[in-house]
């Protein structure tokens, strides 16, 4: 699953920091139904320029040398925009840098001799198929219970034919920033998705275009989201773990519209 | 639906349950337990204030908070019989209680199911506060205290020398006692740090999202547990200090006072 490229093999790597010497503490469990547990890693000579992940090629290789079995993780685009390499590293998802997810956390936040602890996103709508990835589908779920506007596609539309205010488009484009990691999820002491379902909710409540599905995609997308996570307490550890930074005031808005919803007439959701 | 080809299948934490009649269907889900949570949540606070408000009255001397205590029976006397609005009132509050206690449970429960499995590495917390993370313990802290308090000062079980009616020599001898006067500082802490997470999140559970309340939240939540605070614990401080002293205050009788 993990893949390496030349440049972190460390004979190609040209290194003008420093290089640190690390102990790593990883989640193994050969598959979904297998007995996990902690094992404990010596990875030296790790340059401080190695990103996260290229720290994991790094041992990766030296594991597949040593004809020991590779550490599974998630990873895609490495760049902090695909969402798939979450991971909980000692205690915080994504790890100590705040607003960015792992593949753009760099070893130099690191010093040599630490020890570093790495565990899958822990949910019990998250389940872990090996190792370090998790089944994040659950979130898919609650984005096909409203997390779209059904509209009649034709020929593009002239662009300013629907006028939307400067906030509103930045409240809704910072929301639509959601890469739907799972980091909220994995970082809440309740297992919740609250703040995934808001963002989600929200970049489509806030705009014009939302407007008509408005209270059916927010009930629909919160009783899908209830099926399989936990509940909101604000304690806020989402929004810190979120490499997009979504604000918590997301939820604010989404919990104001679920129960609007409920008394709602759907019959004039169409007045302005 | 795409099927999920995972060879990790994905369960479900809630399990399926027949919807109820609306509105109580809003109940049945998490962010409609969180509602109702706000909701009683503000009749406590206002409780909470109010009662709090009412105890300085101890500090205008036995006859006023004595006369207090009685009025408090006989609001809206000529409309209803006397107590009938107290015990209306009061029906308000254990039901606020028990709805917020039910959905605090049962909020638990779900959260629980949600994360089963712990991280095996200690969590770093970088939001969440001691007062978000202690809300279930601090809520129990305050029940038991609750029903020690109706004990002392409202039933009188617990309280050796308790008169019916005289407020003041209650609260006097009650809180003369060191590990009573102990127990209501301790209780009056859980209850602060309690306000202080609720009276911040209702806002949240509510979904007033207005951007010009942000900062007000914070400053709400800190001044009205911070209120609640210094006013409930300076009674006991009072009377330790000898501030607050019982020399034979009776309880107020009205002119034309036909027994209780």
């Known amino acids: 699953m993990s893949q390496t490229n030349g440049q972190t093999g460390g004979q190609t790597a040209v290194h003008h920091g420093r290089t640190l010497d690390l102990k790593l503490c990883i989640w193994r469990q050969p598959g979904p139904r297998a007995e996990g547990r902690m094992v404990e890693y010596d990875l030296p000579g790790v340059s401080e320029d190695m990103s996260f992940l290229e720290m994991l090629d790094l041992l990766n290789e030296r594991l597949i040398a040593k004809e020991q079995e590779p550490v599974a993780f998630e990873h895609d685009c490495r760049e902090g925009i695909c969402g798939s390499c979450g991971m909980m590293i000692n205690g915080q998802a994504h790890g100590p840098q705040l607003g960015t997810a792992t593949c753009q956390l760099h070893m130099r936040k690191f010093n040599s001799g630490d020890v570093i602890e790495i565990e899958p996103w822990r949910a019990a709508a998250f389940p872990i198929v090996r190792d370090l990835v998790v089944n994040r589908s659950a979130l898919d779920r609650i984005v096909e219970a409203g997390g779209y506007i059904s509209v009649t596609a034709g020929a593009a539309p002239e662009a300013n034919i629907i006028p939307v205010p400067k906030p509103v488009a930045d409240a809704a484009f910072d929301a639509a920033a959601c890469i739907g990691c799972g980091a909220c999820v994995a970082a809440c002491p309740n297992g919740a998705a609250q703040l995934f379902t808001a963002a989600k909710v929200a970049h489509l409540n806030l705009l014009p275009q939302g407007q008509a599905e408005r209270f059916s995609r927010t009930e629909a997308m919160v009783e899908r989201m209830e099926e399989f996570f936990g509940s909101c307490t604000f304690h806020g550890e989402c929004e810190a773990a979120c490499p997009k930074r979504i604000s918590l005031e997301n939820i604010v808005l989404m919990n104001g519209d679920y129960v609007r919803a409920k008394f709602k007439n759907r019959r004039l959701a169409g007045r302005r | 639906m795409q099927q999920d080809q995972s060879s990790a299948p994905l369960r479900r934490v809630q399990p399926a349950r027949r919807r109820w009649p609306w509105p109580l269907d809003l109940y049945q889900s998490a962010v409609g337990k969180k509602w109702a949570m706000a909701v009683t949540g503000v009749m406590l606070l206002g409780f909470v204030f109010f009662h709090m ?27 209803l019989p006397r107590t009938v609005f107290l015990w209306l009132l009061r029906c308000g509050l254990i039901a606020a209680f028990a709805v917020h206690m039910h959905a605090a449970y049962a909020l638990t429960r779900m959260n629980h199911r949600a994360r089963p499995t712990k991280y095996a590495s200690e969590r770093d917390y970088v939001a969440a506060n001691f007062a978000s993370r202690t809300m279930r313990w601090t809520g129990i802290i305050v029940i038991l205290f609750l029903f020690f308090h109706l004990a002392d000062l409202t039933w009188g079980s617990l309280n050796p020398h308790f008169v019916r009616g005289n407020v003041y020599h209650n609260m006097a001898y009650s809180f003369s006692r060191v590990p009573v006067a102990a127990i209501y500082i301790v209780a009056n802490l859980a209850l602060a740090v309690h306000i202080f997470h609720g009276a911040w999140s209702l806002f949240a559970s509510l979904g007033v999202s207005n951007p010009k309340l942000v900062a007000f939240r914070r400053r709400f939540a800190v001044g009205f547990a911070s209120i609640i605070l ?31």
């Open chain 2, 53 to 79: 408000l009412g105890n300085l009255k101890v500090y205008l001397g036995p006859a006023q908070i004595n006369h207090y205590g009685e009025w408090l029976r006989d609001i809206a006397v000529p409309a």
């Open chain 2, 230 to 260: 210094l006013g409930n614990i300076s009674f006991p401080i009072a009377v330790q200090a000898h501030i607050i002293e019982d020399h034979g205050s009776t309880p107020y009788h009205a002119p034309t006072e036909q027994g209780r």
